[in-house]
């Protein structure tokens, strides 16, 4: 008999990918430029030149083997040579190249770390919003996903409901700062305080407790807003990476997994990561992409882009009398939706021709996400279609 868990998963696609795929089914309806589509993090900003000349460069300059050839199972120790002393140079965190393995995304970084450090019946945190796959990724490395609800407002962790939800079968906590849908960062004086709150759990219940730090919008943070690294402030923290968001590659998919040097037993731990890669087939991330990146450390897409995207649309919803958090970092503005009902607002929206996420995908109820990593031209060709949607609210 087939595995009905994956049916389920294979049929019932994720409210994103409905409704990009709904955008497309419109756009061929009634035409491209009429339907705003803001479903996902799809960045629009192209690569840095730099990319292209640099696999252009590999390409004529390469041996074929090399270029097309399998990596070392973990990944080419060049590349993971150069992240190293990258991460090393830019956050002085004193990590060696062993501690590092590539990935196909940060999808397969998230999948293997959670296959390594959770065994069935285990659980894991996740602070909502989230990004919805993480519950997918938990449940399928066999882990309970256990949701506490972020502080209102600025979407810090609420230390009060996170105690409440903390249990003898933890294991993990997954962190993404900057967050998708919210934008909003994690302070370093929220990280302190969560590295004092796990670090006493390890002594109650004697034994390690991982926080993973998922990380793919880790350069795109704006109005000179200072990054917190929480490998910086819990030693047990394995960083799940992708160059999908920083470099504008989310198709080619390629990122890596950092396990912190201070981890406790971490030669041990980065052992498991390798095998649970290993079970699930994900060993040798893409040659030629592993070597784009190890020649790209650094670069980053255009992201003065986002930001006047972000003024642009923040500035107009507010004034069109809709509530936002204005975002620290990523591509993302969470609006509260006036009915108290985020899927209400997401079908209201359709009638503008608007396509924006319900915050019900990312475990909260009362909110949209828009995706603002489109072109400038779209934002503003969609602003009639925002007022008018505020209209029908009465704002």
Do not use: W
């Not at 009905?4 to 061929?28: C, D, H, P, W």
């Not at 996170?162 to 967050?179: G, R, Y």
């Not at 047990?236 to 968001?245: A, D, E, L, R, V």
């Not at 037993?265 to 070597?291: D, E, H, N, W």
């Amino acid at each position: 008999m087939i595995n009905q868990q994956m049916t389920q998963l294979g049929e019932n696609s994720s409210v994103i990918r409905e409704l990009f795929e709904y955008g497309k089914k419109r756009k061929a309806e009634i035409g491209e430029d009429k339907v705003y589509d803001f479903s996902i993090g799809n960045p629009n900003v192209p690569c840095p030149q730099e990319i292209t000349d640099i696999m252009l460069r590999l390409i004529s300059e390469t041996e074929a083997a090399a270029l097309h050839g399998y990596t070392s199972a973990v990944g080419d120790n060049g590349t993971r040579q150069a992240i190293a002393a990258y991460m090393n140079e830019k956050y002085d965190i004193g990590v060696d190249f062993t501690d590092i393995y590539m990935t196909v995304g940060a999808a397969a970084s998230l999948t293997i770390s959670l296959r390594a450090i959770t065994n069935p019946g285990e659980e894991v945190i996740v602070f909502t919003p989230y990004f919805p796959e993480y519950k997918v990724f938990i449940e399928n490395a066999g882990a309970v996903c256990v949701e506490v609800p972020a502080r209102a407002g600025d979407f810090q962790i609420d230390f009060e409901k996170l105690e409440n939800a903390f249990s003898e079968k933890t294991a993990a906590i997954i962190v993404n700062s900057p967050n998708n849908p919210t934008g909003a960062m994690l302070t370093a004086e929220t990280l302190d305080e969560l590295a004092a709150f796990l670090k006493a759990k390890e002594v109650q219940y004697g034994k390690e407790i991982y926080l993973i730090s998922d990380e793919p919008y880790r350069e795109l943070v704006y109005d000179g807003v200072q990054l917190a690294l929480p490998v910086k402030h819990y030693d047990n923290t394995i960083i799940c990476y992708s160059y999908s968001k920083s470099l504008s590659l989310p198709g080619e998919r390629i990122g890596y997994i950092m396990v912190s040097p201070k981890m406790a037993g971490r030669k041990k731990v980065f052992a498991t990561i390798c095998g649970a890669g290993r079970s699930l087939g994900f060993v040798c991330a893409p040659a030629l992409m592993q070597l784009v990146v190890g020649q790209a450390q650094g670069l980053t897409s255009d992201i003065s882009a986002y930001a006047e995207n972000r003024a642009i649309i923040y500035n107009a919803l507010t004034e069109y009398g809709f509530e936002a958090v204005k975002p620290d970092g990523a591509f993302y503005l969470f609006v509260k939706s006036p009915s108290g009902d985020g899927g209400e607002m997401s079908e209201r929206a359709k009638q503008q021709e608007l396509l924006l996420v319900p915050s019900d995908s990312f475990g909260m109820e009362g909110y949209v996400r828009i995706s603002y990593c489109v072109s400038k031209k779209q934002i503003e060709d969609s602003l009639p279609a925002f007022r008018a949607l505020a209209e029908s609210y009465g704002l």
